[in-house]
């Protein structure tokens, strides 16, 4: 199994620019998420998902957007990059339902992407 | 207040010794995950606890739902323990992190 896949795993935005940071997980996990880790700190939720079609603000939604047309794919999307978005954008997908231990929370490797 | 706290924030200690990181929370829960993250690489999952305790090679992890507390502890720690460890409770919806136990074993 792949587990969680993300790319790019490095980026260089300019202020102003678009980007979709990609996530894909084969897992059949129906939660999926999109944190945000800025140096030294801890995790903060993005977005998340519930399941295909669903999608909700987590703490730090701003200037983000996402989308869940399938099960597999929960890209993320930066809208006129600023600098503020310097950061580690880590991936991750989960089945809560599933208390087996395996592959039941799965981080992607995560993507540093830097807006100057 | 914050959802889930931890402690200790930091931790140095000399390998051999047995570490305790606490974490404790405030919110309903289904689960509760412990995480590793080692300086500059990915994040990954130790433990997901429902309830009692969970053992995996040196280290243990408990958790007590009425007291909405979980311990991981590390025995006999080494070096290559060093990392953060990250304690995230899977509420209805959501997983909520706690900020994170930075420790350091020194040879």
Redesign the interface.
């Given at each position: 199994n792949a587990g969680v896949t993300q790319t790019p795993k490095f980026r260089i935005l300019k202020i102003g620019q678009s980007m979709t940071l990609q996530c894909t997980q084969d897992m059949n996990h129906n939660?999926m998420?999109w944190?945000r880790q800025d140096p030294g700190m801890?995790?903060k939720?993005i977005y998340?998902s519930?399941g295909a079609g669903i999608t909700?603000k987590?703490e730090v939604p701003n200037g983000y957007n996402v989308s869940r047309s399938t099960t597999e794919d929960f890209p993320l999307r930066l809208e006129l990059a600023a600098p503020s978005q310097t950061s580690v954008y880590?991936c991750?997908s989960?089945y809560?339902g599933g208390?087996s231990?395996a592959n039941?929370?799965?981080?992607?490797?995560?993507s540093r992407l830097t807006v100057l | 207040k914050n959802e889930v706290e931890q402690s200790p924030q930091n931790l140095t200690a000399q390998e051999g010794e047995f570490i305790t990181i606490n974490c404790s929370y405030s919110v309903g829960i289904?689960?509760l995950?412990w995480?590793q993250q080692h300086p500059g690489g990915?994040?990954?999952?130790l433990f997901?606890l429902?309830s009692g305790k969970k053992k995996h090679g040196r280290l243990i992890a408990t958790i007590n739902i009425q007291e909405k507390h979980s311990s991981l502890h590390i025995t006999a720690s080494h070096p290559r323990d060093s990392a953060v460890y990250?304690c995230?409770v899977?509420g209805a919806?959501?997983?909520v992190?706690?900020?994170?136990t930075r420790l350091t074993i020194n040879p």
């Open positions: 939660y998420y944190y801890g995790l939720l998340y519930v909700d987590g880590f991750a989960s809560p208390f231990g039941v929370l799965t981080f992607g490797a995560g | 289904s689960a995950h995480l990915g994040i990954v999952s997901m429902s990250i995230a899977q919806q959501k997983l992190f706690g900020q994170g």
